[in-house]
């Protein structure tokens, strides 16, 4: 297998199997955990795609979330079951670009790895089990609906976006749900359930040949093309949809979300120097050392809640600035003065200096967290970012880079802001 | 892996876990006293004033910056209930001083710094005035902000109503007309108490533990946390109550309370712990295979003990007009563990589930230290594998016998306002 040395110093093991699986291993030594997840690059952005030799069509969204829910479904018993008689736990989710199912186990890691990758590949769909389904999801979606950090946040993605994927939920609409077919289902599994477009990532104090030996003998064959699919996102325009929205929502207080709409266009090296230049450039803007958070925090506009984030995939791209505030408007006001001056000029170098050892603190900690790295080894895989260069990109970023990134991206004309008010419906 | 305990003064104790496997260094100190609405008020007060700033770090951005030096060092407090206490929570963790750069003296730094935000506020002779009004707000907001999250605001609506004459029925932060009337003078010298002489726990987690004990030895030394504390009483129980509140939302949330009359010192405490275990612990349990796989009627629905008051929740996210049946549904499992309707898989997989994450707190820092703060309330702390053995000694008629406790005290349900089209109210 290849070694790969990855940030803090521990060594990951690669290697694709004859069937186009990337099979990637972080062995930690005297943890008593395994830790095994099982990713698809396939989420809720790819319901229009093209059938491998065939045509282009399109599905309902929530699909994708809807089939991850049908795979834990057995011929008799379910999953959850069988690990539970190991001892373990099993887990999935579903995301823009990306289904993951996942273990943990303290023994029998063997036994809930060969699982995993059986039960993955071996859907069990119904008419009457994909019927059943769809009373739970909906149950999910009206939970999330509820929620009103998800409810802001897709508020802003409908003002941002005319046409992309991002302004639906991961998981549809009730109406969307009710309508998702066995056939469908089934067509969408088939598609996208290609070993060479999957990845499996397993942590723990565990030998990695050991590992990579067990899923090339248990993994079941597969038939299909096993290449990567053809996907199409709309084409998404420049511009916004509006620049202000508010809606009500039984909360407390209002709340404030301002979004920056980034044209996704990074790769590689590239997409991790815009990450990192970014959460810097962010960290100084609104981060709990900055001059901002100080003043807003004073002046009662802001509470401990306050965030700002960048997220770059390789097919979405934006930025968020978000707080609950009594005064939305004049926190905007606020925050645009203080972005703009940022903007202009005064990106300080000790500042970053000061931020990068923070940065380095953060991303060596972070391997404490079994989960975290699994996530992070998976989604640099899938977006092709060279995980093992995270440090010494981070050393090579400046100040001046995060001056032209917060510059060029913080670009008023394609920002809008989102605002829940409170409703009073207590009766 | 385990603690050493070391007493460092009358009601002081050290607990250290030397281990390499950690990329940080975890400290948490525990303060704990009775719950009182007056002084649950204050205590909840005291983490928003530290995080303000400290007699060497005047500011939020001063504490920031520190802790950025620091390589992404972390400080925060909070107030957590534990039966019929409420603990005091300093939190502080920092890179495996080996790791770093002059890695003896950031360790002492960094120690410095945590006493020095936890035990020397900004202010002389009382909190900084502008700091104190200010926080007292944030309080309240937070206090108001309860029903933004609906399942955690069912579920502390249902433990206050049940428990309205008990001092369990006071939520951990207090309430409102309480933080209202809160003096300055008044809540800095509770917290000085709180500090100097009330029974104090702390716990260290890493490679190094050592030194930091003598550094920790040094700052903390000259205390006495005598100061006698209270345990819960148990209650009769009536007959069950039902409340109903509607609000505008979605989906409706249907919370039940048992009193257990069964807590941590019990003989029978791990035979009530597998009992809910069966109940509603896990994806195996009765009530997800029954509410949710077989009936649809929910997307989440568990069950858990509060083991220090004897209680035991049940909460469900539902569609409000299936709240009889899924009422029924719940009830049924109930008594269906009462009757001993428990298979060998069900009484298996939930121990060995329980054995296994138990087992997994070893691979956390944060669990090995936050597991015991039901044995530090208890003045008897249990290693991990004292709970294992404990647990894998649960016959089936533990169970029984432990679940024949459970009385029915409360239903609670938060639904939608009947003029939104829901069912109308059912009492």
Redesign the interface.
């Known amino acids: 297998m290849d070694q790969i040395r990855i940030p ?1 110093g521990e060594v990951l093991y690669k290697e694709y199997l004859p069937n186009g699986l990337a099979v990637l291993v972080l062995p ?6 395994t830790f095994g997840i099982l990713s698809v690059r396939y989420g809720s952005f790819d319901s229009k795609f093209r059938v491998p030799g065939g045509d282009v069509v399109e599905v309902p969204p929530g699909i994708a979330h809807f089939l991850e829910h049908k795979l834990f479904e057995e011929e008799e018993g ?1 999953v ?2 069988r690990y ?7 887990n999935a989710y579903t995301s823009y670009m990306q289904t993951s199912y996942l273990f ?4 029998n890691w063997r036994e809930s790895l060969a699982y995993l990758v059986e039960f993955v590949n071996a859907p069990h769909l119904t008419e009457e089990n994909v019927e ?9 979606l ?2 999330y ?4 950090d998800f409810k802001i946040l897709s508020m802003l993605m409908e003002n941002l976006y005319h046409e992309h994927p991002v302004r639906l939920d991961i998981g549809g609409t009730v109406e969307s749900v009710r309508s998702i077919t066995v056939e469908q289902l089934q067509l969408c599994y088939d598609t996208f359930y290609q070993p060479a477009n999957m990845a499996l990532v397993v942590v723990g104090d565990i030998d990695p040949e050991d590992a990579c030996e067990l899923v090339r003998s248990r993994y079941p064959e597969r038939s299909g093309p096993g290449y990567a699919v053809e996907r199409f996102d709309p084409k998404e325009p420049q511009e916004i949809v509006q620049p202000w929205a508010e809606a009500e ?5 209002p709340r404030y979300m301002l979004g920056f709409k980034h044209d996704p266009l990074w790769q590689g090296e590239d997409l991790l120097r815009t990450q990192i230049t970014m959460t810097l450039g962010l960290k100084l803007l609104a ?5 901002a ?2 003043e807003l ?2 002046t ?1 506009l802001i ?2 809640s306050f965030y700002a984030s960048f997220r770059g995939l390789p097919r979405l791209a934006y930025s968020v600035f978000a707080s ?1 505030t009594d005064e939305p408007e004049t926190l905007h006001e606020r925050l645009v003065q203080r972005i703009n001056q940022l903007k202009e000029g005064g990106v300080d170098a000790a500042e970053i200096e ?2 990068k ?6 991303t ?2 972070s ?2 967290s ?1 989960e975290f790295t699994a996530n992070r080894i998976t989604a640099s895989h899938f977006e092709d970012v060279p995980y093992h260069r995270y440090l010494e990109v981070l050393q090579e970023v400046t100040a001046a880079d995060v001056q032209s990134a917060l510059q060029d991206l913080l670009d008023w004309d394609r920002s809008s802001v989102s605002i829940l008010k409170p ?1 009073n ?3 | 892996m385990d603690f050493t305990q070391h007493e460092l003064g009358p009601g002081v104790r050290l607990y250290l876990c030397e ?6 260094l975890t400290c948490k100190a525990f303060v704990q006293q009775d719950l009182k609405p007056r002084t649950a008020a204050a205590a909840a007060l005291v983490p928003l004033l530290l995080r303000r700033g400290a007699q060497r770090f005047p ?3 001063d ?3 520190e ?7 972390d400080f925060s407090a909070d107030v957590l209930k534990i039966g019929e206490r409420q603990i005091l929570e300093f939190y502080f ?3 495996d001083p080996a ?1 770093l750069p002059e890695g003896e003296k950031l360790l002492r730094r960094g120690l410095e710094t945590f006493w020095e935000i936890s035990s020397r506020p900004y202010g002389s002779g009382r909190f900084h005035e502008p700091y104190f009004e ?1 926080e007292k ?2 309080l309240i ?1 937070e206090l ?8 955690s605001y069912a579920l502390v609506r249902c433990t206050a109503l049940m428990c309205s004459e008990e001092p369990f029925g006071i939520y951990k932060y207090g309430d409102v007309d309480t933080v209202r009337s809160l003096e300055n003078q008044e809540v800095y010298d509770h917290y000085q108490q709180l500090v100097n002489s009330y029974p104090l726990d702390v716990f260290v987690v890493g490679s190094g533990t050592e030194q930091a004990a003598e550094v920790l030895a040094e700052l903390i030394k000259g205390r006495d946390g005598r100061n006698a504390l209270h345990s819960p009483q148990q209650v009769e129980v009536g007959a069950p109550r039902c409340f109903e ?7 409706a949330v249907l919370v039940m309370g048992y009193r257990t009359q069964i807590t941590y010192p019990d003989a029978n405490y791990y035979g009530l712990l597998v009992g809910n275990g069966i109940l509603g612990g ?3 349990s009765k009530l ?1 295979m029954n509410v ?2 077989r009936a ?5 629905v568990s069950s858990s003990i509060e083991g220090s008051k004897g209680l035991l929740t049940i909460s469900a ?3 409000a007009e299936q709240q009889e049946q899924a009422v029924e549904i719940i009830q049924e499992q109930v008594r269906s563990i009462q009757e001993g309707m428990i298979s060998r ?1 069900e009484l ?3 121990k ?2 329980m ?3 138990m ?2 707190m ?4 944060a669990g090995l230290i936050n597991r015991n703060l039901i044995g530090i309330v208890h003045n008897q702390l249990r290693t991990i594998d004292e709970v294992v053995e404990s647990i894998s000694a649960v016959s089936l008629d533990d169970v029984v016998r432990a679940m024949q406790h459970l009385q029915h005290d409360t239903t609670y349900i938060l639904r939608p ?1 009947p003029q939104k089209g829901a069912a109308n109210g059912s009492n």
Do not use: C
């Open positions: 803090g930690k030594k005297q943890f008593l955990r379910s959850f079951d539970a008689a190991w001892g373990a736990s099993v943990s186990t303290i023994e059943k389904e769809k009373g739970i999801i909906e149950q999910e009206r939970m609906a509820d929620h009103p929502l039984p909360i407390s207080r981060g709990r050392s900055s001059r958070y100080g925090y004073e009662g509470d401990d609950d000061r931020f050892k923070d940065f380095w603190g953060r060596v900690g391997l404490d079994f409703v419906s207590r009766g | 281990t390499g496997k950690f990329k940080t500011t939020t951005r504490i920031a910056r802790l950025e030096e620091l390589y992404a060092a963790q920092m890179i790791l200010q707000h944030t907001q108001e902000g309860l029903v933004n999250e609906k399942h509140e509607f609000m505008d939302v979605q989906q896990f994806p195996h997800f949710r796989e649809s009627l929910a997307y989440s996210g539902i569609s898989e298996e997989q939930t060995s589930g054995i296994s994450s087992n997994s070893n691979d956390s820092p306002s």
